[in-house]
């Protein structure tokens, strides 16, 4: 009786202790699964699974959750911008340079107050297209604010990195459409 006991007791804890394990590991496979599925309809399929699996939230999200980890890359892309155009307007730069990087906060503040919240708003309601409007319309301030420039821009990293960013959430808000 005592051994039954055992035996009985051994197979349940065994049986407790696989299930969590192998749950655990089916889930995790599914979600790298589906970064991957996702990652392969954007333009830049390397930058798309480097953005995402940075944001711990990417591993229980489904594709509007990838789209909004997204968007806020894009987000702290802007706020990075507009750290440095702040420090660049402190150095004193000449007049044009500083009327273009005025020009630059006002482009990157559009992001973050307007474009940023949209996208966000659009894709908590189901309604991807408005999103991608958003994430096209980041690159747009980004381009904007570089040709706003006469001569070499310091902030051609940002838009290029913006251009990017832009890319890879728009083409994952079209899975959603
Ligand atoms: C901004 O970046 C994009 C993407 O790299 C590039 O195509 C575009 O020419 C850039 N805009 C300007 C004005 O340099």
Do not use: W
């Not at 006991?5 to 969590?20: D, F, G, M, N």
């Not at 990075?80 to 307007?89: E, G, R, T, V």
Request: overall charge negative.
């Amino acid at each position: 009786m005592k051994l039954l006991a055992l035996i009985l007791c051994t197979v349940a804890i065994a049986t407790i202790s696989i299930i969590p394990v192998s749950h655990c590991r089916i889930f995790h496979l599914n979600s790298a699964n589906l970064i991957e599925e996702t990652c392969k309809q954007t333009p830049n399929h390397d930058l798309c699974i480097q953005y995402l699996q940075a944001d711990p939230h990417s591993s229980d999200a489904d594709v509007t959750g990838l789209a909004l980890i997204m968007v806020n890359v894009i987000k702290s892309k802007a706020n990075s911008a507009l750290i440095k155009i702040h420090q660049l307007l402190q150095r004193n730069p000449e007049p044009d340079q500083k009327e273009a990087l005025g020009t630059c906060g006002d482009r990157y503040k559009a992001i973050v107050e307007a474009d940023v919240p949209q996208a966000i708003a659009a894709l908590q309601k189901g309604d991807p297209k408005f999103a991608e409007d958003g994430a096209n319309d980041a690159a747009i301030e980004a381009t904007s604010c570089e040709n706003s420039f006469s001569g070499k821009s310091p902030l051609t990293d940002d838009n290029n990195s913006m251009h990017d960013a832009a890319a890879v959430t728009a083409a994952i808000v079209r899975i959603l459409l």
